[in-house]
């Protein structure tokens, strides 16, 4: 049998194996058993009993996390000019329209989050072949395509971020840094999971929320009670 690395024995020593915790003790263990020299990101994973290749079974959707995700979040603004100013302001990286339409054609990628007009979006629709794969493409149901630009940017930059359940039912997100403290944490993960109960499909049968598990980067994940959240 392999010895076990002091981080191993850190883990084994901390979490009990089998063991679903409260959503608060998870959010302190996982300060606990995080050994990176980096500030690694604490992430969540939530598995719903619902069918996602049904319409109706669909889990999408935004949240304000309301101690922000702890990183900084690059933000594209493609408005028209009347809205370039409040853009800025609100904290927009890049502001415009056509210059970066091109530069995207031409391969640039280089922001986390890109918020236009309904009335932009003809310009956007042949650079879905470079944005979609990327998850860069704006979507009104994230909040990403709207007439009020600068309210949209300013809640990107304090921690809204959407999410989507993904083939295997299964929905993903990080929801800030390990450098956060345990209430900090609890209280993204927290208005997280209470945003997903929120969503629950009329057409999801049985148990909605079967698992979840918080992690940080390259650690152990720790499972936490769903009864803790509800």
């Not at 058993?33 to 999408?60: H, W």
Request: include cysteine.
């Amino acid at each position: 049998m392999s010895k076990l690395t002091k981080n191993q024995k850190l883990v084994a020593d901390k979490v009990e194996a089998g063991k679903a915790y409260s959503l608060k003790e998870a959010a302190e263990l996982v300060k606990e058993i995080t050994t990176t020299k980096f500030e690694a990101s604490v992430d969540i994973d939530v598995r719903l009993g619902v069918d996602p290749r049904k319409a109706n079974q669909m889990v999408r959707g935004v949240v304000s996390l309301p101690n922000g995700t702890g990183k900084v979040t690059r933000v594209l603004a493609l408005c028209t000019p009347d809205q370039e100013a409040a853009a800025k302001e609100a904290g927009a990286d890049y502001v415009g329209l056509d210059e970066y339409i091109d530069k995207i054609k031409q391969g640039w990628t280089d922001v986390d989050v890109i918020i236009t007009m309904p009335s932009c979006m003809g310009k956007l629709g042949p650079l879905g072949r470079i944005l979609g794969p990327r998850g860069l493409m704006p979507n009104p149901k994230s909040g990403t395509v709207t007439m009020d630009v600068a309210k949209a940017v300013k809640e990107v930059k304090q921690g809204k971020i959407d999410f989507k359940v993904d083939k295997a039912g299964i929905v993903h997100a990080s929801i800030g840094k390990i450098t956060f403290t345990p209430e900090q944490i609890y209280g993204n993960a927290k208005e997280f999971l209470q945003t997903i109960i929120k969503l629950k499909p009329a057409a999801a049968k049985g148990t909605y929320m079967k698992s979840v598990f918080i992690s940080s980067t390259m650690s152990a994940g720790i499972k936490v009670d769903p009864k803790s959240v509800e």
